[in-house]
């Protein structure tokens, strides 16, 4: 039995993301990148299924739908995005397509992102994809089994 919750893995995991987010934070200022790591999620997301709607966006960057909103809303001014109404059905839904302009900042900070992410994970001496399923396997056993959804 663990004495402590500070001692814990799910208390230490917190503590890792908050780190890697300010890690994150940080990178992005230093490279002067004109997006937040959560919009460059967002890009991210579209560009691996173009045309994703705001609530399956939302579902995969485990924000709310209104913050998700307003990350759209902000790539829409830059004109990194354009958000399209189309018919589906008998409802009306907004498609976010990335923009040239996107596609291009895109591809330029997923390079600068994939340098800087391997010159960290050599130091760490990990096999970063099986950390990465465990922790994937981690959120979605605590998701089903407190049924946690991001609203």
Do not use: W
């Not at 937040?36 to 991210?44: G, M, R, S, V």
């Not at 809303?73 to 004109?79: P, Q, V």
């Not at 018919?87 to 994939?114: Q, V, W």
């Amino acid at each position: 039995m663990v004495e402590h919750y500070t001692k814990t893995l799910p208390y230490e995991l917190e503590l890792t993301s908050r780190v890697l987010h300010e890690a994150a934070k940080k990178f992005f200022e230093e490279c002067n990148f004109p997006i937040t790591p959560e919009e460059f999620a967002i890009l991210d997301c579209l560009y691996l299924k173009p045309d994703m709607i705001q609530i399956d966006l939302a579902k995969m960057i485990l924000k709310g739908r209104a913050h998700t909103g307003r990350f759209l809303k902000s790539l829409e001014e830059k004109n990194y995005i354009k958000r399209t109404p189309v018919k589906h059905k008998s409802k009306t839904i907004i498609k976010n397509i990335i923009t040239a302009e996107g596609l291009s900042l895109y591809n330029s900070m997923r390079k600068k992102m994939d340098k800087y992410i391997e010159e960290t994970n050599p130091q760490l001496n990990i096999e970063i994809n099986d950390v990465i399923r465990l922790l994937q396997n981690i959120r979605k056993n605590c998701t089903e089994k407190f049924d946690i959804k991001f609203e």
